[in-house]
């Protein structure tokens, strides 16, 4: 979001609408569950208890200091109110972004002015650095763009770090800038001239050098497009990259990380409620954009989102507390919700029967629409305290862990914390059931005298806390966010620290060699390689070294895997961070594809397809297979070439005028789809030729 949604002295406009196998050695299986179902109901007709299983050998990461963020804005003049600033305190926010979405490309930090928009007195930029460093927080600072210099920007860092001595370490450079009106749509000021991707990508090089010449300890970010999500995918005229694949390359190597807005929408608070599902799909292509185009490694901040639907009552709570878990356990090191105060827009009513004001904030305005007014100001709505219940998952430190649920209504997200302590976040998204959740733990093993539920009900004013001794079921009240936190029982753990440093040194079409630093706290009898599959582990290979390689893996796929180190007792320590592993296609093969989308809009894209016999046979005939990685995925239509689908599988066959490929190269065939999406959309991996596995370009 972009501007305050409605405020007693400040232009308000709206966003801009968007038009996106196994080992020799076997499977040794840690933990495990059914696939995801509609729970079959009691004969009273009550669900079914729901099975989650939590897998504290699966590491998803540790919780960054960043992890829970918020966006401030100058037009917010309660911003840096001392109430405000224990509501956050309270609610362990570390990160605060500033000046405020697309203030950030009019704002000029030294005379705190924002041509165009409306400044709050006492929003300056001191008087926010204050804020940042009561609560503890750490900034996320907006360099202008839009209309601003990279020399404006460095006289910011110098006033910053040298003057003040704040150490801010993270600046971005502008907002949301493929919104500038290049592709259409234009919602974002950008005075350039050339308002094209490459520009951007040639100017963020010139700030970040700007910067980094006063402090060379800041971190410089990019603006980049979410996949699956407009402008994903569009080119303008003469272009032949989309935004990503044309800034990435250029910032590669010169910005330290690069930035993401989400905001999924929905025709109801049902479908908003779903599309978590899609965010694991959406980070990971936009990792794979990164590491196939230079920039292998580089940080993730979603620093910006909202479900956009029923904005101040239980259901954005509920998708807000999904989203940030979601986010985290992808690799993201800040989650900056949109925002502290919005204002009232339309009012509405939420499934629940709440009054939605149509504010973005997590506290209230205080003003009303009409004859309806909002709660008295800084009132919490429901999303402050799904963010406080965040806090009592996990802290800055703590290891994300697997979970996994069978209901669709039912999310699970666990944090292995530091002291030893697992907590389990649970949230049911039926309005109108309660679920009853049986809990399964694998690499944990609780101790049965007690643990402590944290529940944040539908209609609640603050989350109620209770003991329980029963460690292996927990009832979910409806529309709610519950935390279950127990300790690890005596005895149970090893001494062994994680393995550190894991990292891929070799990767081909069915083979990858991963390498780790050794763990502390002991001799490891062993050290042992795992597979995430959701909640299970599957043991890949094991060595009493510093490396493992395993065969027989499947062309074309991305896992990821962790390592631990097994004690002489037998007891394994804690997961390692998780590390990517890709596999790519033969080098050389009898066939071989070019995979190239000509065109996108967000929710659907146009693909062409170049087929090639490479062997020493003709084909006369050919089958060319392949799967979408997602399975938001469909085909809609097809030309030059028989196209058929079966869930994510494809199958496209000739025509009958193209139907003989010739040996060694003689000829290539050619033929296109129009592709749909709901999320994520990544390129098919791996094609077939008639059963023989081509070369992937």
């Given at each position: 979001m972009h501007f305050p949604r409605a405020q007693s002295r400040a232009p308000w406009r709206a966003r801009a609408a968007a038009a996106l196998t196994v080992s020799a050695l076997g499977a040794a299986l840690l933990a495990g569950g059914p696939a995801a179902a509609d729970p079959a109901p009691h004969a009273d007709g009550a669900p079914a208890a729901v099975d989650v299983t939590v897998n504290a050998a699966e590491g998803r990461g540790t919780i960054p200091d960043t992890a829970y963020g918020l966006n401030s804005a100058v037009w917010d003049a309660q911003m840096n109110a001392p109430d405000v600033q224990d509501l956050l305190q309270s609610a362990h926010i570390g990160a605060l972004r500033y000046p405020g979405g697309s203030y950030g490309d009019l704002y000029h930090w030294q005379d705190n002015t924002a041509p165009g928009g409306y400044v709050a007195p006492g929003t300056d930029f001191d008087a926010f650095m204050g804020t940042v460093k009561k609560i503890g927080a750490q900034p996320i600072l907006i360099a202008n763009y839009g209309s601003g210099t990279p020399q404006e920007a460095a006289d910011w860092v110098r006033y910053a770090n040298v003057t003040k001595g704040y150490g801010a370490k993270l600046w971005e450079v502008g907002n949301e800038l493929y919104g500038n009106g290049h592709y259409g749509s234009g919602w974002e000021r950008d005075d350039h001239a050339d308002t094209s991707p490459a520009a951007y990508g040639r100017n963020v090089v010139a700030y970040a050098s700007a910067m980094k010449a006063v402090d060379p300890t800041v971190k410089v970010g990019a603006v980049l497009t979410m996949p699956g999500n407009w402008p994903d995918g569009v080119m303008a005229d003469g272009e032949s990259a989309d935004w990503n694949h044309?800034?990435?390359?250029?910032?590669?190597?010169?910005?330290?990380?690069?930035?993401?807005?989400?905001?999924?929408?929905?025709?109801?608070?049902?479908?908003?409620?779903?599309?978590?599902?899609?965010?694991?799909g959406e980070l990971a292509q936009l990792r794979a954009q990164l590491d196939a185009n230079g920039a292998a490694r580089t940080p993730i901040a979603l620093t910006e989102v909202n479900s956009n639907v029923d904005e101040d009552t239980q259901p954005d709570a509920l998708f807000g507390a999904d989203a940030y878990a979601t986010a985290l356990e992808s690799g993201v090191f800040t989650v900056d919700w949109w925002d502290?105060?919005?204002?009232?827009?339309?009012?509405?009513?939420?499934?629940?029967?709440?009054?939605?004001?149509?504010?973005?904030?997590?506290?209230s305005s205080g003003t009303c629409v009409g004859s309806v007014c909002e709660p008295p100001l800084n009132t919490p709505f429901p999303t402050y305290h799904a963010i406080s219940m965040l806090s009592r998952l996990g802290r800055?430190?703590?290891?994300?862990?697997?979970?996994?649920?069978?209901?669709?209504?039912v999310a699970a997200h666990a944090v292995h914390q530091a002291n030893g302590d697992l907590s389990v976040l649970l949230i049911n998204k039926d309005p109108a059931?309660?679920?009853?959740?049986?809990?399964?733990?694998?690499?944990?093993?609780?101790?049965?005298?007690?643990?402590?539920?944290?529940?944040?009900?539908?209609?609640?004013?603050?989350?109620?806390?209770?003991?329980?001794?029963?460690?292996?079921?927990?009832?979910?009240?409806?529309?709610?966010?519950?935390?279950?936190?127990?300790?690890?029982?005596?005895?149970?753990?090893?001494?062994l620290s994680a393995p550190g440093g894991v990292h891929v040194t070799?990767?081909?079409?069915?083979?990858?060699?991963?390498?780790?630093?050794?763990?502390?706290?002991?001799?490891?009898?062993?050290?042992?390689?795992?597979?995430?599959?959701?909640?299970?582990?599957?043991?890949?290979?094991?060595?009493?070294?510093?490396?493992?390689?395993?065969?027989?893996?499947?062309?074309?796929?991305?896992?990821?895997?962790?390592?631990?180190a097994r004690d002489s007792s037998g007891r394994l320590s804690r997961p390692s961070d998780p590390v990517t592993v890709r596999t790519g296609t033969p080098a050389e093969a009898d066939c071989a594809v070019s995979y190239q989308v000509t065109a996108g809009w967000g929710n659907g894209w146009n693909a062409n397809v170049t087929v090639t016999d490479t062997g020493p046979a003709p084909i006369t005939g050919w089958t060319l297979a392949f799967r979408f990685p997602s399975t938001g995925e469909s085909v809609t239509g097809f030309w030059?070439?028989?196209?058929?689908?079966?869930?994510?599988?494809?199958?496209?066959?000739?025509?009958?005028?193209?139907?003989?490929?010739?040996a060694h190269g003689g000829n290539?065939?050619?033929?296109?789809?129009?592709?749909?999406?709901?999320?994520?959309?990544?390129?098919?991996?791996?094609?077939?030729?008639?059963?023989t596995v081509c070369t992937t370009t």
């Open positions: 044309t800034v990435i390359p250029l910032i590669a190597g010169k910005a330290d990380f690069v930035i993401v807005h989400w905001y999924p929408g929905g025709s109801d608070a049902a479908q908003a409620l779903g599309t978590t599902s899609q965010l694991t502290t105060h919005n204002g009232p827009t339309a009012i509405s009513t939420a499934p629940d029967g709440a009054t939605d004001y149509g504010d973005y904030g997590i506290l800055p430190g703590d290891q994300l862990v697997g979970a996994a649920t069978d209901d669709p209504l059931a309660a679920r009853q959740v049986a809990l399964h733990y694998s690499g944990f093993r609780p101790d049965p005298a007690s643990a402590t539920v944290a529940t944040f009900r539908d209609g609640a004013n603050a989350i109620d806390t209770a003991t329980t001794t029963d460690t292996g079921a927990v009832a979910l009240p409806p529309y709610s966010l519950t935390t279950i936190t127990l300790h690890q029982a005596a005895g149970t753990a090893s001494a070799a990767a081909g079409a069915t083979s990858a060699t991963v390498a780790w630093n050794p763990s502390t706290g002991g001799k490891a009898d062993r050290y042992e390689v795992y597979r995430q599959v959701g909640a299970v582990s599957e043991l890949l290979g094991s060595s009493t070294g510093g490396s493992v390689t395993v065969p027989n893996l499947t062309p074309g796929s991305t896992f990821t895997w962790n390592v631990l030059n070439a028989n196209v058929s689908t079966r869930g994510q599988d494809v199958v496209a066959t000739p025509v009958d005028w193209n139907g003989t490929l010739a290539s065939v050619s033929f296109g789809f129009t592709g749909a999406n709901t999320g994520a959309n990544p390129p098919p991996t791996v094609f077939t030729l008639n059963g």
